[in-house]
C-alpha cells in the first residue's frame, strides 16, 4: 500500500505561480511513475502531467504544456508540479497518484492522494 499525501494548494489570481507537492513515505517511492491529475466540479478527472521513476521521461497534458512543470526528488519520495501563468480553468483539485511504468489514464492508476484544491480567480 502506497499513502499519497498532496500540499500546496490555495486561492491564487491569474498569472500567479502555485507549487504542489505529494509526499509518499515509505522505501518503494522511487519505484514508481508519479502523475498530476484534476478534477473540476461537474467535469471528469483528467490527466496534467507524469513523470517515469528516474525523471528521464516527462508528459503533460496540452493544456498545461509551457506552463507547468513536473519534478521529482526521489531522496525526498517527494514529487512536485510546478504551476506558473495560472488561469481560472485551471481552479480543480488536484491529485497525486503513483503505479508501476507511465501512464495518462485515470484507471491505471493504483495509488492516490486525497487531493488538494487550487482556486485561480480571475
Known amino acids: 500500500q502506497v499513502q499519497l499525501v498532496e500540499s500546496g494548494g490555495g486561492l491564487v489570481q491569474a498569472g500567479d505561480s502555485l507549487r504542489l507537492s505529494c509526499v509518499a513515505p515509505?522505501?518503494?517511492?522511487?519505484?514508481?511513475?508519479m502523475a498530476w491529475f484534476r478534477q473540476a466540479p461537474g467535469k471528469e478527472r483528467e490527466f496534467v502531467s507524469a513523470?517515469?521513476?528516474?525523471?528521464?521521461?516527462?508528459s503533460y497534458a496540452d493544456s498545461v504544456k509551457g506552463r507547468f512543470t513536473i519534478s521529482r526528488d526521489n531522496a525526498k519520495n517527494t514529487v512536485y508540479l510546478q504551476m506558473n501563468s495560472l488561469k481560472p480553468e485551471d481552479t480543480a483539485i488536484y491529485y497525486c497518484?503513483?503505479?508501476?511504468?507511465?501512464?495518462?489514464?485515470?484507471?491505471?492508476?493504483?495509488?492516490w492522494g486525497q487531493g488538494t484544491q487550487v482556486t485561480v480567480s480571475s
Open positions: 497518484a503513483a503505479k508501476y511504468g507511465l501512464g495518462n489514464l485515470v484507471h491505471e492508476y493504483n495509488y
Open positions: 515509505g522505501r518503494t517511492f522511487s519505484t514508481y511513475a
Open positions: 513523470i517515469s521513476w528516474s525523471s528521464f521521461t516527462t
